[in-house]
T-cell receptor, first 110, second 113 residues
């Protein structure tokens, strides 16, 4: 069983829709990352959080440590948001490596 | 904004050949990582490097792999005798200190023929 699970695997939306991507993990963590992988393959860090909520522009990330669950929300989605969104955790017992989820492929159509 | 750069963007190599993937981390960063992503699969940790030595490595990082920071700016991953299953996208990342966001390069796509 994967230590980090994401849902859905694939997501299609119309421009302007509110998007939610979910991440559940089974290990204790010190922090959780949301990453964006572009169609060309490059990875960009969006958020790193260990509690509560963070907001950057149209992106909002929340985490519930007790429930071992995080969500990434995109408000007023746009075709340029089309990418793979990856959840990755920094395990409490190991501060070096990220453990990645399988990613959620988002396509936003005009 | 400073960024992590990786070269080459695409490397094609015959099976059994040695390959060196290069990374230039952000200049004031102290922690360095290599990850790989086989096509269609999730990103996997290979190795972390701090204070001129490996701090952790995964089961994937066997004796065929090595890392080096030869000149204080470059961070390299060497695969001594490549296998078909080494074909993947390899990502370098750097971090200024522990428990901080990692900054990723755009990756090197390695194709083994």
């Amino acid at each position: 069983k994967n230590e980090v699970e994401q849902s859905p695997q694939n997501l299609t939306a119309q421009e302007g829709e509110f998007i939610t991507i979910n991440c559940s993990y089974s290990v204790g963590i010190s922090a959780l990352h949301w990453l964006q992988q572009h169609p060309g393959g490059g990875i960009v860090s969006l958020f790193m959080l260990s509690s509560g909520k963070k907001k950057h522009g149209r992106l909002i990330a929340t985490i519930n440590i007790q429930e071992k669950h995080s969500s990434l929300h995109i408000t007023a989605s746009h075709p340029r948001d089309s990418a793979v969104y990856i959840c990755a955790v920094l395990a409490s017992y190991n501060t070096d490596k990220l453990i990645f989820g399988t990613g959620t492929r988002l396509q936003v159509f005009p | 904004e400073p960024e992590v750069t990786q070269t080459p963007s695409h490397q094609v190599t015959q099976m059994g050949q040695e390959v060196i993937l290069r990374c230039v981390p952000i200049s004031n960063h102290l922690y360095f990582y290599w990850y790989r992503q086989i096509l269609g699969q999730k990103v996997e940790f290979l190795v972390s490097f701090y204070n001129n030595e490996i701090s952790e490595k995964s089961e994937i990082f066997d004796d065929q792999f090595s890392v080096e920071r030869p000149d204080g700016s470059n961070f390299t991953l060497k695969i001594r005798s490549t296998k078909l299953e080494d074909s993947a996208m390899y990502f370098c990342a750097s971090q200024d200190r522990g428990q901080r966001p990692q900054h990723f390069g755009d990756g090197t796509r390695l194709s083994i023929l």
